[in-house]
């Protein structure tokens, strides 16, 4: 399905964040990972990565919860908990967005499933592309090219 006009607002599930999208992803992603599937109680996380002048919170405050490494930051509501985004440092170009926390997700569909290896048998994407954990640095450029034409 066609990304429908942007910008495209969200929110966590009670309404006290609200974010805004006004960039079409880069890529879009489900990860099987344990660390997401336990943060999303489900059997994988759907992403999309957002250029990150395409992305901001316009109410309320996220808070970091799930992991507070140095490397990686998930962004939830303090009130309803939910997952609304992660920033990765060092890679200040996107935010990854979880698509489902849009007004309108319906466009969504992943085009990359990562740690396929942890993957619970019954969980399909229908992601055209597949990777035991993540793809290696130099496939993106190419992953988002092609998704890019295939979106």
Same mark, same amino acid.
């Given at each position: ?14 309404? =006290? ?15 099987? @990972? ?11 996380? @759907? ?23 140095? !490397?990686?930051?998930?962004?939830? @509501?303090?009130?309803?908990?939910? #997952? ?7 890679? !200040? ?13 319906? #466009?969504? =569909? ?12 019954? =969980? ?25 034409? #295939?979106?």
């Amino acid at each position: 399905m066609p990304m429908p006009a942007l910008p495209l607002d969200g929110s966590c599930r009670c309404g =006290a964040i609200r974010i805004r999208i006004s960039k079409p992803p880069m890529i879009t992603m489900a990860c099987h @990972c344990r660390g997401c599937q336990k943060m999303s109680a489900s059997a994988y996380s @759907c992403s999309a990565a957002i250029p990150s002048d395409g992305f901001e919170v316009i109410a309320g405050k996220p808070f970091i919860g799930g992991v507070h490494g140095e !490397d990686v930051h998930h962004y939830h @509501c303090d009130y309803c908990k939910s #997952w609304i985004f992660s920033r990765m440092a060092g890679m !200040d170009f996107f935010v990854n967005v979880r698509p489902t926390m849009l007004d309108d997700a319906t #466009w969504y =569909a992943p085009f990359v499933e990562t740690y396929t290896s942890t993957k619970l048998a019954f =969980a399909e994407t229908g992601a055209p592309h597949a990777y035991p954990e993540f793809p290696p640095m130099d496939a993106y450029e190419g992953l988002m090219r092609d998704y890019a034409a #295939w979106r």
